[in-house]
C-alpha cells in the first residue's frame, strides 16, 4: 500500500552577529517550515538569504532542494502469520507441502531465488555461475559471507552433502527426480560446486536451483543420519532470517529473528504461524487482529467481507494476484491397494536406475478407465465452480502448464464445458449400465463387469472452497450414476495418502512453482515412487515422455524451440484426464497495516522478509 509519512521540520537559526566581517555578508535569521513526503523523499524549497553583489548587501530568494532523512524501520515484535494446514517437516529436503515450505524456506537458504515481480532466476547463495558451452557443466560461485546460525561457514560442502542426501535412497526425497541427468556434483573449493550432467538440461536451475541447502555437519557428514533425525522437525543450525524455536502440533510453529543472517538480522524479533480449524475461525482471528496477516489464507467466500471491512475504515490491506498454480481433481490411475513403483526395478535396489523402463501398473478398478475420467471431464460445471465456489477468485485453465507460462501455454485447446448428455452417452458407449444398487442420490449406480462406478474422493478439511467442490462434485456425479464417498481429512493425512498412492481421486492444488512448464515431477514415471513421488496419479503415456525429455535437451534451452513439446503435452494429457484441471486461484494476502515492507508478489512472497516490521 504506498502512503506517506509527513516530517514537519521547523529549522530556527539563532540571532548571530549584524555585522558584515571580512567582507562576508550579513546572516540573517531563517525560519522554514517544510512538509517533506517519504515519496519522494527530496523537496524544493524558497529559502531567503543575504549575500554580497558588487559591494553591497542584498536579500534574494533562492531554491534550495532539501533531502528528508528517512527513519529507520522500527525494531522488534513478534509477527503472527495464519494458517488452516500444520506442518509436516522443517527439512527441505524431504518437505513437500505448502504449510512445511513456508516454513523451512525462512530457515534454509537455496542457491537460487525467483524475481519476486518477474520470476526469473536470481542469485542467492550462489552470487554467480557459469555453464560450459556444451551445456552439460555448471559452475557456482558461492558468496563467502553466508554462515550457518551457529557461526560455522556455509560452503560448498554443505551444497553436495545436500544433493546427496537428495540422492540417497533411505531419505525418499521428492526432489531426487530433478537430477535423471545429473552425472556427478563436487564441492571444487570451499566456494565453488560444480554439477555434471549427461545431457542438456534446461529445467535444472528452475526445478533444483531454490532447494534449501542443508548443514552438512549436524548430520555427521552422512546422508544416512537424516531420515530419523530429530533436525526434521526442530532444526538446530539454520541459513535464514530465521531459527527454530518451537512446534506445537496443530497449534503453531515459532522461528526466532537470527542474528547472524547474511542479509542482516530481520527487523522482527520472531514469526509464527498459528494454525486454524478452517478458513471460518481463520478470518475470525484475522479480523479480531489475533494475527498479523495470511499469505494465502483467505477463502474467496471472504474476500468481500475483507474488502468491506477495509472500505470502512480499518487498517488493513490486501493484495490479489494470479498463483503460480492451479486448483485441480486427481486421478489414482493404479490400484490403491497395490501401490508400485513406476518403473521395473531391474536391480532390485528399490530406487530408479538409469535405463530401468516403465512398469505396468496394476489398474485401478474405475479410474484408470479413460473413458470414466473424460466423462467426469464434460459433468463439471467449470465456470460455476469459478464463480459461485471461488466466488470469481479465479480464473479459467487449459491443462497442467500455468497460464502465466505464456511462451508454453497452448491456448488452441478446446475447453472442456459442463454436458451432461455427452457425459452419461460416453459412460454408456464404454459399457456402463445401471445395476441394482443405488446411491445417496437414490440414482441406480452403474456398473461394468460387476464392478460399480464407485470411488471415494477426498480433500482437506478446513479449506471451505475444496470442500464445496467435493459436494458439488458428488451432487452431479451421483445424478449420473457414480456411487462417490466424500472424505475431509487433516492435511498432513492427505499428502500421506497421496504420496504412498492409498487413494482414489483427490481435490487439491500445486502451488510456488518456478516458471517452467516442465513438469516431469508430476507426469514422469521416474517420478511414480511409492512415499515420495510427486506423480502420485500414476501417469504414464510414451509420447509425454519423450516430450519431457526433448523439451528439457534442447541445445541453447530456446523457449522458441521448447515450446513446441509442452504444447503437444498439455494437450495430450488434457485429452487423457489423469487430472481435471479447475481453474487458477487468485491469491489474497491480506495484513494488518501495522505490518511494514511487506510486498506481496506471484513468485517470492517472503524474498524481503527480513525488512518486514511491525509499526509501534
Known amino acids: 500500500m504506498s502512503f506517506k509519512r509527513f516530517l514537519r521540520l521547523v529549522a530556527i537559526a539563532g540571532s548571530l552577529i549584524a555585522l558584515l566581517v571580512a567582507c562576508q555578508p550579513q546572516t540573517v535569521e531563517v525560519t522554514r517550515v517544510v512538509e517533506v513526503a517519504s515519496e ?54 524431504i518437505g ?9 524456506n525462512l530457515m534454509f537458504v537455496g542457491m537460487t531465488n525467483l524475481d519476486p515481480f518477474s520470476g526469473s532466476i536470481v542469485p542467492q547463495l550462489a552470487e554467480s555461475w557459469e555453464v560450459s558451452e556444451d551445456g552439460l557443466t555448471y ?36 526432489r531426487r527426480s530433478s537430477f535423471p541427468s545429473v552425472d556427478s556434483w563436487q564441492a571444487v573449493d570451499d566456494y565453488t560446486f560444480e554439477v555434471t550432467f549427461s545431457d542438456v538440461d534446461c529445467t535444472f ?103 468491506g471491512e477495509i472500505a470502512s475504515g480499518k487498517a488493513m490491506d490486501i493484495s490479489k494476484f494470479f498463483n503460480n498454480g492451479n486448483v485441480f481433481i486427481g486421478y489414482n490411475l493404479a490400484n490403491p491397494e497395490n501401490p508400485q513403483n513406476g518403473w521395473e526395478d531391474l536391480d532390485g535396489d528399490g530406487a530408479y536406475t538409469a535405463g530401468e523402463p516403465p512398469l505396468p501398473q496394476d489398474p485401478h478398478p474405475v479410474l484408470s478407465d479413460n473413458e470414466v475420467r473424460r466423462a467426469i471431464a464434460y459433468s463439471i ?29 497452448n491456448n488452441e485447446i478446446e475447453p472442456y464445458a459442463q454436458d451432461l448428455e455427452r457425459a452419461a452417452q460416453i459412460l454408456a458407449d464404454a459399457g456402463w449400465t445401471a445395476g441394482s444398487a443405488t446411491n445417496d442420490a437414490g440414482v441406480a449406480i452403474l456398473e461394468k463387469d460387476g464392478q460399480p462406478l464407485s470411488f471415494s474422493l477426498m480433500t482437506n478439511a478446513g479449506n471451505e472452497t475444496r470442500e464445496n467442490i467435493g459436494i458439488l462434485m458428488k451432487d ?22 497421496l504420496l504412498g498412492q492409498t487413494y482414489d481421486a483427490v481435490i487439491i492444488g500445486f502451488t510456488g512453482g518456478p516458471p517452467e512448464p516442465d513438469d516431469s515431477s508430476q507426469f514422469s514415471y521416474l517420478n511414480d515412487e511409492v512415499g515420495a513421488g510427486f506423480n502420485f496419479v500414476s501417469y504414464y503415456n510414451e509420447t509425454v515422455e519423450s516430450n519431457l525429455n526433448e523439451g528439457k535437451a534442447v541445445p541453447g534451452c530456446s523457449e522458441a524451440d521448447r515450446a513446441p513439446y509442452y504444447q503437444e503435452n498439455q494437450a495430450i ?44
Open 381 to 409: 460445471d467449470y465456470t460455476g465452480i469459478i464463480n459461485k465456489v471461488a466466488f470469481g477468485q479465479g480464473g479459467p485453465t487449459l491443462g497442467n502448464t500455468w497460464p502465466s507460462i505464456e511462451w508454453a501455454y
Open 139 to 174: 559452475t557456482f560461485h558461492l558468496r563467502e559471507d553466508v554462515t550457518w546460525s551457529d557461526g560455522t561457514p556455509l560452503t560448498a560442502n554443505d551444497v553436495a552433502f545436500t544433493y546427496d542426501a537428495i540422492n540417497t535412497d533411505s531419505v525418499s526425497s521428492p
Open 476 to 497: 452431479v456425479l451421483e445424478d449420473l450414476g457414480f456411487d462417490i464417498q466424500l472424505e475431509f481429512i487433516e492435511f498432513g493425512t492427505v499428502v500421506q495418502n
Open 573 to 616: 494429457m488434457f485429452d487423457e484426464v489423469p487430472y481435471s484441471w479447475l481453474y487458477v486461484p487468485l491469491s489474497n494476502s491480506v495484513w494488518w497495516t501495522d505490518v511494514g515492507n511487506i510486498q506481496p508478489n506471484t513468485w517470492a512472497p517472503y524474498f524481503n522478509v527480513e525488512q518486514w516490521y511491525l509499526a509501534p
Open 40 to 93: 519522494p523523499e527530496t523537496v524544493t524549497v524558497v529559502e531567503t538569504r543575504v549575500v554580497e553583489v558588487e559591494g553591497e548587501t542584498v536579500i534574494e530568494e533562492v531554491e534550495v532542494v532539501l533531502t528528508a532523512t528517512p527513519a529507520p524501520d522500527p525494531q522488534g515484535g513478534d509477527l503472527v502469520e495464519s494458517s488452516f494446514a500444520d506442518i509436516n517437516t522443517l527439512n527441505p529436503v
Open 205 to 307: 536451475l528452475a526445478n533444483i536451483g531454490g532447494q534449501g541447502i542443508i548443514p552438512a555437519h549436524v548430520y555427521d557428514n552422512d546422508p544416512e543420519n537424516i531420515a530419523e533425525s530429530e533436525e526434521n522437525l526442530a532444526p538446530s543450525v539454520v541459513s535464514g532470517p530465521f531459527m527454530f524455536r518451537e512446534w506445537v502440533p496443530d497449534d503453531h510453529t515459532t522461528l526466532d529473528a537470527n542474528p547472524n543472517y547474511y542479509l542482516g538480522q530481520p527487523n522482527l524479533d520472531s514469526w509464527t504461524v498459528r494454525v486454524y480449524a478452517d478458513q471460518s475461525a481463520e478470518l475470525a482471528a484475522l479480523l479480531a487482529n489475533e494475527v498479523d496477516l495470511t499469505t494465502n489464507g483467505v477463502g474467496p467466500q471472504f474476500v468481500s467481507v475483507i474488502e
Open 96 to 104: 513437500s507441502d505448502t504449510a512445511s515450505s513456508r516454513a523451512y
